[in-house]
């Protein structure tokens, strides 16, 4: 079972899921799309090395 959000992150994904629903403009969702996977690939790297730092390995 995947853990739930906090409510204070439940809310703000509502509230983006809301505005990305209200959005008619296609370039601006490309554009919204590409941040975001661009944000989680950062985050997905900070945990790694964080990860990585907190066992003592060397990440690849």
């Known amino acids: 079972m995947a853990p739930s959000l906090s409510i204070d992150?439940?809310?703000t994904v509502a509230l983006h899921s809301r505005t990305i629903d209200s959005c008619d403009d296609i370039?601006?969702?490309r554009a919204?799309?590409?941040t975001l996977l661009?944000?989680?690939q950062l985050q997905a790297m900070f945990s790694e090395?964080?990860?990585a730092e907190l066992l003592r390995v060397h990440a690849p």
Do not use: H, Q
């Open 38 to 40: 661009e944000a989680w």
């Open 27 to 29: 370039e601006a969702l």
């Open 9 to 11: 992150r439940a809310f």
């Open 32 to 34: 919204i799309a590409k």
């Open 49 to 51: 090395d964080y990860g």
